[in-house]
């Protein structure tokens, strides 16, 4: 969601902002603004639209000023204005405040706060705390730290805050419940943001915030406690990539190079994983033989991209390991009465780490006994934290709002917790389980063979271009790959795409097809049932009723009934999602690029969903 940065130290404030907001461009938002602390006064600015128009609006008008806080702003309550976006400021305009998340009693805080005279000037929650804060300080000698802590005892909801004050211009005070915010340590100066990226030009080392921590920056340092006042000792990590890793690479957007770099995401999460005894690498799970074999259930909890990697988990697992598996969507999982309990292992799949449908899910199974694996890119983000264990997926940064690298590897990460487990049950021996890792290791290069002969399908997409829907059907592991495609087109062409289990397609949806509607079939090949010959069968059915048909078949596999064909390469039934999913990723963003729509930065979405 918003992006929030802050910094302290000897250089002019305005530089790390912006340059900061710039790499947090990529988690969505519709205004951007800063606030500038200089002595006795603040300077404001900001501006509704792209961060173009903050620093277009800014020119040569900034103060020199050594501290500051900026934001960019997804609109939550009230519309994306100027009046809206933040900074947010008290009556005597010198406290600011910024603020990620949904303040959800500021109704009324805002009734209490106009009783006592204050004027509010836009629609948003946030402005609620900028005015609760100008009152704690004053009652509390000036300490912004000690205002945001009991300020924070007040507060219902999940939010990061950042607040400066003019009469303390080098004094940051953060705190973070249910959002993000992380520390960065500079040498003679200090940050604060919503993500590294925004602060990783100036500095490798970071500081990771636990729940209702207070952290106070400024140039010497910084310090944290939680809300009664106690110390807390800081965590600190090292950022183990760099800015280039977060720039384009000579690519035109941000998606295509990270649809390209998938062979080398794909090959650095299974980098160490299988020992000389062919048994899969997976101390950090945290889970002893007899917990495993304890298990009577898993749960997956998921949104979006990442439950279509839980469903194909489902699979796996299932098969390997001989575990029951529910895949569920964490928006909805705590909202009945789940049944989990100390044997149940709940797998949370989120790229951020901050999902909160997906945190708040987690939190509700680990009240209830059960163990928490998360499935994650992040280093150091809530998720991990909370669980009981952790996989890190090793996609680098994912800048692009629309999932690729992160989702493959996320479906690598539940192929090798499956058949971790199915070893560890007894299901799988040490050779099966090297045949299988083998044909894992072979994924890389055959992602980068479908890589090398796009352009044929970038060209076959734009012939498509005109058409109001799109419908992708699937069978088995194909199927969670039919909706992957569909939700790929949904976010970035802006356009109808469904997904359905072929075997769906009699009971309702082949109402949809009319002359010309355009079908995407991803065909089965080698699985033990024949539903190539099924899928096959759904093909003729569509293309009977003037469907345009474009098949994604392996090579060798024998298709009839196709307008066109893309091939990829063979692997195993379980391991074509890998495979099969780049041409959608292809078609999704060649379509947008074509329709003329933001590739990176698709409307109305966020790269991080931290409110439910």
């Known amino acids: 969601m918003c992006g929030i940065v802050g910094y302290s130290g000897p250089q002019s404030a305005v530089t790390p902002l912006i ?85 959800e009693n500021y109704t009324q805080l805002r009734e209490e706060l106009e009783s006592r005279g204050h004027i509010f000037e836009s629609e948003t929650d946030t402005e609620s705390v900028s005015h609760l804060l100008s009152d704690l300080r004053k009652a509390h000698g000036g300490d912004l730290a000690a205002a945001m802590r009991e300020a924070v005892k007040s507060l219902r909801g999940s939010f990061t805050l950042l607040a400066i004050h003019a009469d303390a211009p080098e004094v940051i005070v953060g705190v973070r419940r249910n959002s993000p915010l992380v520390v960065g340590l500079g040498n003679g100066e200090n940050f604060l943001a919503s993500d590294v990226a925004a602060f990783i030009d100036y500095t490798k080392r970071a500081v990771e915030l636990g729940q209702d921590q207070v952290v106070t920056i400024t140039p010497e340092g910084i310090s944290i406690t939680d809300l009664d006042g106690n110390a807390v000792t800081p965590r600190e990590y090292e950022i183990t990539w760099d800015s280039s890793a977060a720039q384009k690479g000579g690519f035109k957007h941000f998606m295509l190079k990270e649809i390209f770099e998938q062979p080398k995401a794909v090959a650095d999460t299974l980098l160490g994983r299988l020992s000389a005894e062919n048994k899969i690498q997976m101390d950090e799970l945290n889970l002893t033989t007899e917990d495993i074999r304890a298990i009577k259930k898993i749960v997956v909890l998921a949104c979006g991209t990442a439950f279509h990697a839980g469903m194909i988990a489902k699979y796996a697992i299932e098969k390997w390991a001989g575990i029951d598996v529910e895949v569920e969507l964490a928006s909805e999982f705590r909202y009945r009465d789940p049944l989990v309990d100390r044997n149940t292992l709940v797998i949370a799949i989120s790229q951020s780490g901050e999902t909160m449908d997906t945190l708040m899910a987690l939190r509700h199974a680990k009240s209830s006994g059960a163990r928490i694996l998360a499935i994650c890119n992040t280093n150091s983000s809530t998720i991990p934290r909370e669980s009981d264990a952790v996989l890190y997926t090793h996609a680098g940064p994912e800048i692009a709002v629309a999932s690729t690298k992160a989702f493959l590897t996320q479906i690598i990460a539940v192929y090798l917790i ?12 040490g050779e099966e389980v090297r045949e299988l890792f083998y044909e894992m290791t072979e994924l890389p290069a055959k992602i980068e063979q479908i890589l090398e002969t796009v352009e044929p399908l970038r060209e076959l997409t734009r012939g498509f271009a005109q058409s109001t829907s799109v419908l992708f059907l699937g069978r088995h592991v194909g199927f969670p790959v039919a909706l992957e495609g569909a939700l790929k087109l949904k976010e970035l062409a802006y356009m109808h795409a469904e997904g359905f289990a072929g075997g769906e397609l009699k009971h ?14 991803i065909l089965p090949f080698g699985h033990e049932h024949g539903l190539d010959e099924k899928m096959l069968s759904n093909i003729q059915e569509v293309k009977a009723r003037g469907a345009r048909v474009i098949v994604i078949a392996q090579e060798g596999a024998n298709v009839v009934g196709a307008e066109h064909v893309i091939r990829i390469p063979s692997a195993p039934a379980l391991f074509q999602p890998i495979l099969a999913t780049v041409p959608l990723q292809v078609f999704a963003y060649e379509m947008a690029v074509t329709r003329g729509n933001d590739v990176d930065q698709p409307r109305n979405l966020a790269k991080s969903v931290t409110v439910e």
Do not use: M
């Open 418 to 429: 499956g058949l971790h487990l199915a070893q560890t049950v007894g299901r799988l021996t």
């Open 508 to 521: 309702g949806p082949i109402a949809l097809i009319e002359n010309g509607t355009p079908v995407i079939a």
């Open 19 to 103: 340059e900061g907001l710039r790499h947090l461009e990529y988690r969505g938002y519709d205004s951007a603004g800063i606030a500038l602390a200089t002595p006795s006064k603040l300077f404001i600015e900001k501006r509704a639209g792209k961060l173009i128009n903050l620093e277009l609006a800014l020119g040569n008008s900034a103060p020199i000023a050594h501290s500051g806080i900026g934001h960019t702003r997804w609109a939550t309550h009230g519309g994306p204005t100027d009046r809206n976006a933040h900074p947010h400021v008290d009556n005597e305009g010198k406290l600011a405040v910024i603020h990620n998340g949904i303040i």
